[in-house]
C-alpha cells in the first residue's frame, strides 16, 4: 500500500469518525426531544381520557381528591387542571400514578361503559376490572396500531363496592416508553461515542497541525516528531537524509503565475510522497525544499527518477509536460546525529551544488563547513568590497588562429581582498546563490562600457569586449533596456558590446532568453552562449536561439586529448555549429597541437593561455596597441 494511498485512507477514517460524532450528538438531542414530547404527549392524552371517562357520576369533591392523592402526584393534578374544565375534576376519585403510569379512578357508571367515551369499546375484558382487579397491565390490551395500552381502575362507592371501572388510554407509544427505558444505556453509549469522536477530532486536528496546508504530506514539525522517534529506538541510523530542491522555482512562479506554480509544487511534492516505500519518509521543509528520509542505498534510485521529472500540467487549456529538475544534498545519517545534524548536513551539500562543476546533486563532506563560514563571510564583505573598488576587470584575448591577431576579448572579474586576488570561481557561485551577481554584473558591465570609451577618447582602436551575464538576469524582464542604458550612457557604438549567457538549464527560462537575444539583436549587439558542451547543451536549442557566438567550454576541447574519436566528434560539433551560421570560439587553448587541430575545423577564433591571460586593464590596453601575436 502507498504512503500516499495510507494518507488519503486515514483522512477519510477521520472524516467518518468526525461525522459519526456529529450524527450521535444530532441524534441525541432528537431523541431528547422526541422522547420527552412523547412523554408529554402520553399524560395529555392518559389525563385527557381520564376526564372523559368521569362523566355523568356525582361523588365527592375535589377535597376528596386531594386527600386520596399523594402529594407528588397532585401537583400533576393541579397541570391537568389547567388542560381540562375545573368542574370535571369534582369526579376523579383517585389518583395513582404506578411505574411511571397515571391512573385515575373516577365513578363512572358500570353499566353504560359506553359513557365513558368511546375508547372502552375496544376493552376485551371489563369483567375482570370489575371484580376489583388492579387497573394496569400494559399488556392487557394493544389496539390494532400497537401503540395503546390502557389502564384500568375499579370504581369504588361508598359501600366499598365496586361500581364502576375507569380506564384510560394512555397514548404513549412502546417505542418511547422502551427508549424511556434504555435511556441510560443510551445515554452511556452516547458518551463513549463522543469521547472516541472526540479523540477522532483530536487526531483531526493534530494531523492538520502536522501536514503542510499546500502540499498535503507532512511537514517539518511532523518529520522532526518521526526522526525523534526513530533516533529513539536507535533506527535513524539506517536512513540516508536527502534534501531536495526544486531548481529555478522562483523562475517557475514568475512564468506560469503563482496559483499553476503552486500546483506543480503540489504535484511535485506527491511524486516525492509516492517515491518513498513503507517506513521512509518526506516532508516539506518550506517554499521548495523536501527533506526525505530514505534507506540506506535507495539514494541513486531516487536520484535516478529525479533527473528530470516531468510533470503534466496544465497551462491554460493546454495540458504541458513540465521538466522539473532537482537539486539535492545527501547526508548519511550516524548512530549520534539527530534531525537537526542531519538538516544541516544536507544543507551543507544541497548548497555546494550551486557550484556549476559540482552538479546538482552532492554528498555531505566535512570540508563543507569550513566552506560554509568562507561563503559567508563573502556574503557579508560584498557590498562594501563593490564599493570601496576590489572588483577588477580583467580582460583576456581572443585570437584569430588565421590571421593572429586580437580580435576581441572576455572581460573576467577579480576580487583584490586582502590583497590577494580571488577568482571567480570562489565567490561567482556563492553571489549566485544569493542573487546578489546581478549588481556584479552590472559593475563589470558598467566598467567595460567606461573603458570602451576611454579607449575610444585616446584613440586606442577597441575591440569587440564579451561581458560575461548570469542567467538570473533572464528574471529581469527589463534587462534589455537596462543593458541599453548602461550602453547610452557612455555613447560607445554597439559593435564594441557582446553579452555572454550559460546556456540555459531546460524549459524555465528558454522564452527570456529567447526575448533577450531578439532584442541584443535588434540593438545590432552580439550575444553568445558560454559554456557550449557543459550542463544542457543541445544543438536543437541552438536552432531556436539566434545567438552569433557560441563558446565551446574548454571541458569539451580537452576531450582532443583523449584521442580516438574525440577529434572526430569536436570537429562535427563545430561543423554543426558552424551550419547554424554561427560564429565558434574555441575557450581553453593551451597548446600548439589544439591550434592545429582547430585550424583543420571550421573554428578560427580562440581563447587561451597558449596566447594570453586574462590581462588587467593596463596590459590589455598594450595588446590593443600592438594586437599581432607572434
Ligand atoms: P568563463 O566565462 O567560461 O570564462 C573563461 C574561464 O576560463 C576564465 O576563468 C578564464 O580565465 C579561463 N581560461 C581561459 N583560458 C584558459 C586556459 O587556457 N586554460 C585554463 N585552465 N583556463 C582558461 P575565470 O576568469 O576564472 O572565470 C571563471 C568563470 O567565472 C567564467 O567562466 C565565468 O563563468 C565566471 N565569471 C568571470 N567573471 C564573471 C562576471 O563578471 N560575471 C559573471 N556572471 N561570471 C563571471
Ligand atoms: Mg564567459
Ligand atoms: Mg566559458
Known sequence: MNNLFRLKQRHSLYIILASLLSFILLGAVIYQNVGNMMIDQSKNNAMGLAVIAANEIDGDMFETIRSNTDDAYFTVLEQLIKYTDYHMLEYIYTMRLENGRLTFVVDADPKEPAACGEEYDMLPDIETAFNGQVSCDRNLTRDKWGNFFSAYAPIYNSDNEVVGIVGCDIMTSDIAERLHELRNVIIVLITVFALLCLCALILIARDMLHRDQLTEIANDDKIKQVAARLKKRGRLKDYTG??????????????????????????????????????????????????????????????????????????????????????????SIMEEDNLSAVMNCCSLAINSTRNVESGDYAWYEKSMVENMVEEKKILESFKQALENGEFKVYYQPKVNIDTKKLCGAEALVRWIRDGKMVSPGEFIPVLESEGRIIDLDFFVFEQVCKDICKWMSEGLQPVRISSNFSKLHLKNPHLSEDVLEIINRYAINTDYVEIELT????????????????????????????????????????????????????????????????????????????????????????????????????????????????????EFEKRLESPIYN
Open 503 to 618: 546556456e540555459s538549464s531546460g524549459y524555465s527560462d528558454f522564452d527570456s532568453l529567447e526575448k533577450f537575444v531578439h532584442d541584443m539583436d535588434d540593438a545590432g549587439i552580439y550575444t553568445s552562449i558560454d559554456d557550449f558542451g557543459t550542463g544542457y547543451s543541445s544543438l536543437s536549442m541552438l536552432k531556436d536561439i539566434n545567438v552569433d557566438v557560441v563558446k565551446i567550454d574548454k571541458s569539451f576541447f580537452d576531450k582532443l586529448e583523449d584521442g580516438g574519436h574525440s577529434e572526430n566528434l569536436v570537429g562535427n560539433v563545430i561543423h554543426m555549429i558552424k551550419d547554424l551560421d554561427r560564429i565558434v570560439i574555441c575557450e581553453g587553448v593551451e597548446t600548439e597541437k589544439q591550434v592545429e587541430f582547430l585550424k583543420n575545423t571550421d573554428c578560427n577564433i580562440v581563447q587561451g593561455y597558449l596566447f594570453d591571460k586574462p590581462l588587467p586593464r593596463e
Open 242 to 331: 536527502m534534501l531536495v530542491n526544486i531548481k529555478d522555482f522562483k523562475y517557475i512562479n514568475q512564468q506560469i503565475g503563482y496559483n499553476r506554480a503552486d500546483e506543480l509544487l503540489r504535484e511535485y511534492a506527491q511524486y516525492l510522497y509516492k517515491l518513498i516505500e513503507r517506513n521512509e519518509y518526506v516532508a516539506r521543509t518550506g517554499n521548495d525544499n523536501f527533506l526525505m528520509l530514505v534507506k540506506k542505498g535507495r539514494e541513486d534510485y531516487i536520484l535516478k527518477v529525479l533527473s528530470p521529472l516531468e510533470l503534466k500540467l496544465y497551462v491554460g487549456e493546454e495540458l504541458k509536460v513540465m521538466r522539473m529538475y532537482s537539486r539535492c544534498g545527501m547526508y
